[in-house]
């Protein structure tokens, strides 16, 4: 007989085992299933909005799992800016920083931490650039009109601030001597006030003041040092990926995480694009100097000789720290060759300086932000902005 004639016995399986089976397929199924769940990461939502502080418009930009987290977080850090604004805006005579100004050579004053401490940096930074930034720079802006210079020599020119807030402030304080007739001063002086070495601080928030007529302005570092702050607070809510910028001039990149594309933005050169740089944890901050005495903008004087800086010229810096690149791309405008050989010794600080010179930049900087020209020297604005966010 052909064997494969033989009919076969159909197999029993027992009605347990089926159960048992299914139970195990299920249970295993659905492990499988929470898996995914858990593997894959929840769709980030980018959450985008616009802030008036310290006298400009700051846009921040978070990727949060939803619209609402990415709210509240904006929040939060717009809570601690708002604190800071009233405690350091340049100007206000009735806030810390106008009350300490008024206390100038009348002994020891308590202060906020945050001021104490944005002072202890400002002394910092001065050491740092050679003196080319300063923020006792308030008797020089006292001056009504402080000598110009004819022409514009490297070492000579300093800087009120760029991107500062409206006209220049006037400090409060009085001088031990009147001021000369019409409420104007000598620049000796102004200049002898000059010095963020002579500012006393007593751990861990007493300061002095200690000479009748000193003065300390903070536009030129405030906003870098508020977005650092801020950043704290969306770190601390769960941020990893975020965008802080005051248009143009300083700005704040939090993340992206690792196996993330670095943010790409935008550096301008007047009205045009000069090219682009990649930044991760980093901030960038623009400062500008102009020769039209017609500028809207407020002077960028020199803290060493009290003369405005009239060339056209513009440095970009990049550094771990906002406020460490606003207080050296200031610098760099007021003293663009000496600043930049300071920063021959790598600090974590590159810099790119413009002028009619043409393009000066610190050795490490095209491979430390990796640095890619313009296609176009007329590319302009309407390509994508510097607060563009890629993702």
Not at 249 to 265: D, F, H, N, S, Y
Not at 326 to 353: I, K, N
Request: charged share 25%; hydrophobic share 40%.
């Amino acid at each position: 007989m052909n064997p494969r004639a033989i009919p076969r016995r159909p197999r029993i399986i027992p009605i347990s085992l089926v159960r048992t089976t299914l139970a195990r397929m299920t249970l295993a199924s659905a492990v499988a299933v929470r898996l995914l769940c858990i593997g894959a990461p929840a769709r980030a939502e980018q959450v985008k909005e616009t802030h008036p502080l310290l006298g400009a418009s700051l846009e921040i930009t978070v990727d949060s799992p939803d619209l609402e987290t990415g709210q509240n977080r904006i929040r939060d850090a717009i809570s601690v800016a708002t604190v800071l604004e009233s405690e350091l805006m340049p100007g206000n005579e009735g806030n810390d920083v106008g009350k300490l100004n008024a206390s100038a050579g009348l002994g020891v004053r308590t202060v906020p931490l945050d001021l104490y401490r944005l002072l202890a940096l400002s002394q910092v930074m001065t050491r740092s650039t050679g003196d080319a930034f300063d923020v006792t720079i308030g008797p020089l802006l006292r001056r009504r009109q402080p000598a110009r210079p004819e022409t514009a020599t490297p070492g000579e020119q300093h800087t009120a601030a760029d991107g500062s807030f409206g006209q220049p402030p006037a400090a409060s304080g009085s001088f031990s001597q009147p001021p000369a007739a019409g409420g104007s001063f000598s620049m000796d002086e102004a200049l002898s006030l000059v010095g963020a070495d002579k500012i006393v601080l007593h751990p861990p928030n007493r300061v002095e003041l200690p000479s009748a007529g000193m003065s300390v302005d903070f536009s030129a570092i405030v906003r870098g040092y508020v977005l650092e702050r801020m950043a704290v607070a969306l770190r601390a809510g769960g941020t990893t990926s975020a965008l802080l910028a005051f248009a143009d001039t300083t700005m704040l990149v939090i993340g992206p995480p690792a196996g993330e594309p670095p943010v790409r933005v935008w550096v301008p050169r007047g009205r045009s694009m000069a090219g682009s740089v990649a930044l991760r944890d980093m901030s960038m901050s623009t400062a500008r100097a102009h020769r039209r005495s017609d500028d809207p903008r407020p002077p960028i004087v020199d803290p060493r000789s009290g003369r405005f800086v009239e060339s056209d010229r513009q440095a970009t810096v990049v550094a771990r720290n906002a406020a460490i690149a606003e207080a050296w791309s200031t610098a760099l405008v007021v003293d663009p060759d000496g600043a930049l050989v300071l920063l021959d010794e790598p600090r974590d600080v590159e810099a790119v300086v413009f002028d009619e010179h043409g393009e000066h930049a610190s050795p490490r900087f095209v491979t430390y932000v990796d640095w890619k020209p313009a296609r176009q020297p007329g590319d302009t604005h309407a390509e994508p902005k510097l607060t563009e966010l890629r993702r």
